[in-house]
T-cell receptor, first 114, second 114 residues
Framework: DQQVKQNSPSLSVQEGRISILNCDYT??????FLWYKKYPAEGPTFLIS?????DKNEDGRFTVFLNKSAKHLSLHIVPSQPGDSAVYFCAARSQEAAGNKLTFGGGTRVLVKP | ETGVTQTPRHLVMGMTNKKSLKCEQHLGHNAMYWYKQSAKKPLELMFVYNFKEQTENNSVPSRFSPECPNSSHLFLHLHTLQPEDSALYLCASSQGTGMDTEAFFGQGTRLTVV
């Protein structure tokens, strides 16, 4: 049973427009959420995170929104650039888990068209 | 350069072989992890080491044997694997295991068991 789900396996967006990636979770003990970006043949790289005490965190073109009551978070990329084309993983960490254990979603492949 | 280096990048092994995956981090982190990504499945945590001590074994079969001789090095010893063990194996590290610490990933080892 997947505790973190990214229901859209792929997303195509025009350069300059907004990319919105969604992530849903089921475990109410998750208290810290991260987004990772992965290019082919490379490991995931950390993008942005949010603690459960916040509902928004912004870093340049990237903004993560958290809706705890809906157990939903989203990543907004605006404006989207061709270099943003990658697979994006949502990850969550439980306050009851030791060792920074991350539970990942299945990923969303983003293609930004010039 | 992510600071986390994995070798080899690709490995093909027979089911009777013994091989080892190596991970080295140059970030001064105290915690290291092995993750597995099978085709069409999310990243799955396998093992967690914190200050060289194993703190998490996520029900991993004994044919996978981790070793952490120090905080900078992590190995995954492989013995009598099955074809279904073919996957991308990712190493990660983090500064401690508390809140607000993101994991940094290596580029992964693509393992094929024949």
């Amino acid at each position: 049973d997947q505790q973190v789900k990214q229901n859209s396996p792929s997303l195509s967006v025009q350069e300059g427009r907004i990319s919105i990636l969604n992530c849903d979770y089921t475990n109410s003990m998750f208290d810290y959420f991260l987004w990772y970006k992965k290019y082919p043949a490379e490991g995931p790289t950390f993008l942005i995170s949010i603690s459960s005490i916040k509902d928004k965190n912004e870093d340049g073109r990237f903004t993560v929104f958290l809706n705890k009551s809906a157990k939903h978070l989203s990543l907004h990329i605006v404006p989207s650039q061709p270099g943003d084309s990658a697979v994006y993983f949502c990850a969550a960490r439980s306050q009851e888990a030791a060792g920074n254990k991350l539970t990942f979603g299945g990923g969303t492949r983003v293609l930004v068209k010039p | 350069e992510t600071g986390v280096t994995q070798t080899p990048r690709h490995l093909v092994m027979g089911m009777t072989n013994k091989k080892s995956l190596k991970c080295e981090q140059h970030l001064g982190h105290n915690a290291m992890y092995w993750y597995k990504q099978s085709a069409k499945k999310p990243l799955e945590l396998m093992f967690v080491y914190n200050f060289k001590e194993q703190t998490e074994n996520n029900s991993v079969p004994s044919r996978f044997s981790p070793e952490c001789p120090n905080s900078s090095h992590l190995f995954l010893h492989l013995h009598t694997l099955q074809p279904e063990d073919s996957a991308l194996y990712l190493c990660a590290s983090s500064q401690g295991t508390g809140m607000d610490t993101e994991a940094f990933f290596g580029q992964g080892t693509r393992l094929t068991v024949v």
